[in-house]
């Protein structure tokens, strides 16, 4: 019968185990988590130090958000909040404290059908100040059914979608429809970030519209770039298209009525083309309704004036 070994570190690791690693010494204790923090929280990260695959051609010439640089996203910010008569807040000091010079912006919504432009202001959220941390709203199902946009996606796949996006932070399930100071102060929010034009576009809830004008009173938003140029989903293609003329000339959905006339129509004319069927093409377009070689010849016929009728 076989002994048990027991086993401590070094019988388990030799110094040319070790060899091949760089080992961090530190005075006292210290938990595995700890020692990864040292590291840097993702939150903490300078924008410019944060590594990303860069677009293909293909996305740049397509689309012109994948291209903005990080000085490109911050110059855009900072006019955005210029514009607003804000002026920069002590966070934007370089010479502080990192901890103290996070900015904590928020942006919300549906995320249905999470796409590009919804990865892309993300990013350009993330970006807008040398260190940010990006806090995500993703609205309940009965929030979206309360105000009359229901979700095609349940709430729990569309938090996770966000959650697994590389510029978030943070993901707040429990995001209100319309933003109120209370939320902002509790979430302890800088910013707020809207696409451009958001103000403007019809297709904007108005409850939703009140609560932006509200942070924009505070002076508390920040612009994102919209995308534009995406392909229309397929579910969506279809609900827009309108009926198709068929190839018989016919509108689908037609009465059956005419659908019926139609067909009768279509068996007679067939008839009469068939009649003579030793016939060249052309002659039996051009002539449907021939009357065959050995029919008899009829006498013309003569009206009271003697003006011959068929000759």
Known sequence: MATRRSLDGSSVLSTDDLADYDVISSDGHRSLESSIADLGRVEDRIAEDIHEPPPTQMARENFFTPALSV???QTYVK??????????RVHE???????ERIVRVYVDGKFDGFNIAHALQLRQAKLSFPLVHLMVGVYADSVCEQNESPATTPHLERCELVRHCRWVDEVVPEAPWRIDEEFLKARRIHYVAYD?????????????????????SLRKTIPTQRTTGMAVPVAERSKSQTPIPSRQGTLRGAPSSLKHELRETRRSMAKVVLQDPSSNEQETESTPWREPDDAEPQEPRVDEFGTGIGV
């Open 79 to 88: 006019r955005g909040i210029a514009a607003t008569g804000a002026g920069f």
């Open 71 to 73: 000085e490109d996203i």
């Open 196 to 216: 451009e034009g958001t103000s403007i576009d019809p297709a904007f809830d108005k409850e939703r519209l009140k609560g932006y004008d509200l942070v924009k």
């Open 93 to 99: 000091n370089s010479g502080i404290e990192a901890e």
